[in-house]
């Protein structure tokens, strides 16, 4: 079992940034895969970005250079760094932990995400 707590959403205006955080309460090792997702108001939760152990790392083509996913096993941290933002971005933001050995996924509560003027 994994905890998460995600923080550092808020509002912010079009073009702005923010920087999530998600703290693990355990440690996460190499084998889990550790993501963003987001759900927007009436639509499906998406997969924004995923980061491995090795560094490797997949975004959705709409953040594509624009948000950056990156991962401190030590300090048990994963953070999404968002640029450039947009109105479209505004969505509860959720951070997940994918044990690739269990098959388990875990998430944290989420948090907003709001991009207006």
């Known amino acids: 079992q994994v905890q998460l707590v995600e923080s550092g959403g808020g509002l912010v205006q079009p073009g702005g940034s923010l920087r999530l955080s998600c703290a693990a309460d355990?440690?996460?090792?190499?084998?889990?895969?550790m993501r963003w997702y987001r759900q927007a108001p009436g639509k499906q939760r998406e997969l924004v970005a995923r980061?491995?152990?090795?560094?490797?790392?997949y975004y959705v083509d709409s953040v594509k250079g624009r948000f950056t996913i990156s991962r401190d096993d030590a300090k048990k941290t994963v953070d999404l760094q968002m640029g450039s933002l947009k109105p479209e971005d505004t969505a509860v933001y959720y951070c997940n932990a994918f044990d690739t050995r269990l098959t388990a996924n875990y998430w944290g509560q989420g948090t907003q995400v709001t991009v207006s003027s």
């Open positions: 355990r440690d996460i090792f190499a084998y889990f895969l």
């Open positions: 980061v491995r152990s090795d560094g490797s790392t």
